[in-house]
Each structure stands twice: as structure tokens, then as C-alpha cells.
T-cell receptor
Framework: DAGVIQSPRHEVTEMGQEVTLRCKPI?????LFWYRQTMMRGLELLIY????????DSGMPEDRFSAKMPNASFSTLKIQPSEPRDSAVYFC???????????FGDGTRLSIL | SQQGEEDPQALSIQEGENATMNCSYK?????LQWYRQNSGRGLVHLIL?????REKHSGRLRVTLDTSKKSSSLLITASRAADTASYFC??????????FGTGTSLTVIP
């Protein structure tokens, strides 16, 4: 069974550019999470979806960040315009139900120059 | 911050010794989970303990939960060099919110 798949694994771009991160959750999982990890702030929950519906986006830093889940097998996290302080590793995770563990992808390492 | 706090931040032990990490949290929870992260990789789930459980075992792992003190501990027995990683606790709280702790960096010296 394939795990959570994220793409790209690495992204380097100049500030001001639009960045799109992609995630394919494990088939059959009902919840999807986007996290950001930095040395300074640790692992932060940005947004999570239940059955493709955004439930809690209170962790989204500002309007430059947006996330969508058009169907059960795909989600995107978009940053527009990007800034150097957005540099981090972004993780996507999915889980079957509320009482189950989350399964993480290997992350996207984002560098904004 | 509503994140949990982990203690210690870093731990270095000899192979074969036991490693204990602690996690404190702030809100009522449904369950608490421990994860492991190897450098450059995503987090891997280790063990989940529900709010009505006090202790749980999985192989060389032992987790305890004290809801009155809002704390949990992870014990790794007979550590191996391959256990070197960062370990995080995560709380799934009753408000349907999910928070990760700050992590403990464990180094097991062969």
C-alpha cells in the first residue's frame, strides 16, 4: 500500500514567485493535514480537511497561503507571493479516522531566495 | 502556545541503555501519540495511548499517560544506534485540534 506522496521533494524559487505543493493521501483516509516544520517554530499545523472539507485553517500564517482539496485523493498548498521566511519543510499527513494515527509524507523542502 | 513541551530537548546515551522522554500538554485530550522522525524524513507513528489508558507497550517501547498531570513518558529499552532520531509527542484534544510537542533529539552512541 503506497504511503502519502508529496511533490516536489525539493523546491528552490525566488521570492515573489508562486509555489504549489502537492499531496496524495493514502487511499481511503478521511482526513488530510498540512504542516510546516522549521528549527525556530517546530512542527506547526497549518490546516486540516475532513472528507475534503477544511475544518481548521487557524494555523495558516496569512492570506498568501491557501489550501485546497478538490477530491479525496489530492490536495494542494499554495503560497503566493512567496517570501524568504516561508522557507521550511512542508509535510502532508493523512489518517483514517479521528482515533487513528497520522501517516506522513516525506515532505517538501522549500527554499525561497 | 498550545504545543506540548518535551523534556529533555536532547538526550545522548550509550547503546544498550534505556532512554526516557517526557511530554507535558495543556488541554484535555482524546489520545496522545508518539512519533519518530529520522533526519530528512517524515514522521513515523510509534504508539497511540487513549485518555482512559495509563500504560501501553509495543516491543521495546513503553508509554505512560497521567491525565491528572497532563503528562506522558516514552521509554525505549535496550537502545540501539538505529534508534537515533527525534521523538515527538502529539495530542489529539477534545476540541478536534492536534498539536505536536517540541521534540526530543535522541543520540544513541554505538
Amino acid at each position: 500500500d503506497a504511503g502519502v506522496i508529496q511533490s516536489p521533494r525539493h523546491e528552490v524559487t525566488e521570492m515573489g514567485q508562486e509555489v504549489t505543493l502537492r499531496c496524495k493521501p493514502i487511499s481511503g483516509h478521511n482526513s488530510l493535514f498540512w504542516y510546516r516544520q522549521t528549527m525556530m517554530r517546530g512542527l506547526e499545523l497549518l490546516i486540516y480537511f475532513n472528507n475534503n472539507v477544511p475544518i481548521d485553517d487557524s494555523g495558516m500564517p496569512e492570506d498568501r497561503f491557501s489550501a485546497k482539496m478538490p477530491n479525496a485523493s489530492f490536495s494542494t498548498l499554495k503560497i503566493q507571493p512567496s517570501e524568504p521566511r516561508d522557507s521550511a519543510v512542508y509535510f502532508c499527513a493523512s489518517r483514517l479516522t479521528g482515533d487513528q494515527p497520522q501517516h506522513f509524507g516525506d515532505g517538501t523542502r522549500l527554499s525561497i531566495l | 502556545s498550545q504545543q506540548g513541551e518535551e523534556d529533555p530537548q536532547a538526550l545522548s546515551i550509550q547503546e544498550g541503555e534505556n532512554a526516557t522522554m517526557n511530554c507535558s500538554y495543556k488541554t484535555s485530550i482524546n489520545n496522545l501519540q508518539w512519533y519518530r522522525q529520522n533526519s530528512g524524513r517524515g514522521l513515523v507513528h510509534l504508539i497511540l495511548i487513549r485518555s482512559n489508558e495509563r500504560e501501553k507497550h509495543s516491543g521495546r517501547l513503553r508509554v505512560t499517560l497521567d491525565t491528572s498531570k497532563k503528562s506522558s513518558s516514552l521509554l525505549i529499552t535496550a537502545s540501539r544506534a538505529a534508534d537515533t532520531a527525534s521523538y515527538f509527542c502529539a495530542t489529539d484534544n477534545t476540541g478536534n485540534q492536534f498539536y505536536f510537542g517540541t521534540g526530543t533529539s535522541l543520540t544513541v552512541i554505538p
